[in-house]
């Protein structure tokens, strides 16, 4: 199993950011990919999550509204488009990939062995 998020880099408040997150090495219809962020020092939050096994989507609730997640089944990978960004949104992001069905954990936590490197977001002024 293999994720590689990319689209990251510094912008200015306000601005946008489209996140990549490609996938290879498993059946990409059969698992969730969920985007997660944290900051140094800080707990990692869930941000959303697909899952391709039956077609839900799930919001951090603060995030609704701002990122959409979304995906190419032909590439294999979900996007994470983000609006209206600030410097509390400042953190590295992460991809994650589990099935759902093995883990009782909700999916805000993507308990799971499957992550991507992650890639830096930067808001300023």
């Known amino acids: 199993v293999q994720l590689a998020e990319s689209g990251g880099g510094k912008v200015q408040t306000g601005g946008s950011l489209r996140l990549s997150c490609a996938t290879s090495?498993?059946?990409?219809?059969?698992?969730?990919i969920g985007w997660l962020r944290q900051a140094p020092g800080k707990e990692r939050e869930g941000i959303s999550c697909?899952?391709?096994?039956?077609?839900?989507?799930y919001y951090a609730e603060s995030m609704k509204g701002r990122f959409t997640i979304s995906k190419d089944n032909a590439k294999n990978t979900v996007y994470l488009p983000m609006n209206s960004l600030d410097a509390e949104d400042t953190h590295d992001y992460f991809c994650?990939?589990?099935?759902?069905?093995?883990?009782?954990?909700?999916?805000?936590?993507?308990?799971?062995?499957?992550w991507g490197a992650g890639t830096q977001v930067t808001a300023s002024c």
């Open positions: 994650a990939a589990r099935q759902m069905s093995l883990y009782e954990s909700p999916w805000w936590s993507m308990e799971s062995d499957n």
């Open positions: 090495g498993f059946t990409f219809d059969d698992f969730a």
């Open positions: 697909m899952d391709n096994s039956d077609g839900s989507t």
